[in-house]
């Protein structure tokens, strides 16, 4: 049995209809009519222990209700989801005490209290050991650089410290599973880096199984080696960062370094896309030929400095997928 099962999963809001008008707005409000909507629609997918997944997709395609429904907080409409075992809605209680989530807009802190004493307060909740609570909080501490903000009322907190914060509270019961809704959203580039080290080192020190959603693929191409992508509320890939590179990522760029700049430089099994000095950038279809191919080419017309092989970042190649259609 693999740690997170999810089979066919859906889940349908109804959603009040509005018409146009006065009197239309009048009719809508006394006769209450609603229609459906489908937020996702007969996903499936299963997570191993252990593993870090990036669960993707734009605005709208189902990414944060999958966890909701995940989490135990929404109910879904049909399919079947198990959790470490158990059913997220069904037995909320016991699932919660194994699962860690940090949604990046909302807190699970206590806004007027200073952060260590919201640190307390879920020590009592969980009813964790003080021994073992006081362990968690000094590791984590040291990892997140909590030290100087533990005194903080959290209102007071910066975002980056707030999220630094939030993955601690998460985290000090001890989860089998952490599930993140946009972690880094809104942080700089330092404060990015501290979380994902952060999560790099759990992940591999605890064996935490660490679900993420983002928008932000840096920290999908840091952090998982597997990714699902959801559009319209249905998986449209699952699998890894490499083999999504090997399917969708048809071009690969050779950059040059000449020994002195070529005008007119001409390759007949790639196109100059771009061209500074001596250096040249050369995109070339990877399915119609190969690298050694091109760089064979290249070298008997002209004299080669240096070279490198560039892949396609996985960024462009899943705005591609979700701006042409294609599909696993």
Known sequence: MSLIEVENLQKTFSVPVRRGGRLGAVRSLLSREYRPVSAVEGVSFRVEAGEMAGYIGPNGAG????????TGILVPSGGRIAVGGRVPHVQRVEHVRRIGVVFGQRTQ?????????????LRHIYRIPE???RENLDAFTELLELGPFLETPVRQLSLGQRMRADLAAALLHEPAILFLDEPTIGLDVVAKERIRQFLLSINRERGVTVILTT???EDITRLCQRVVLI????????????????RFGHTRTLVVDLDQEVNGLHVGCAEVVRHEGPRVWLRFDRAATSAAALIA?????????DLTVEEPEIEGIVRGIYEHGCVA
């Open 231 to 246: 559009d319209h509320g249905r998986v449209i890939y699952d699998g890894g960062l490499e083999a999504l590179r090997a």
């Open 109 to 121: 802190l206590w806004w007027d209290l200073p952060t260590v004493e919201s640190f307390e307060l």
């Open 131 to 133: 021994r073992r609570w």
């Open 297 to 305: 080419e290249v070298a008997a017309r002209y004299r080669i400095r």
């Open 63 to 70: 990414k944060s209700t999958t966890i909701k429904m995940l």
């Open 215 to 217: 928008h932000d693929l």
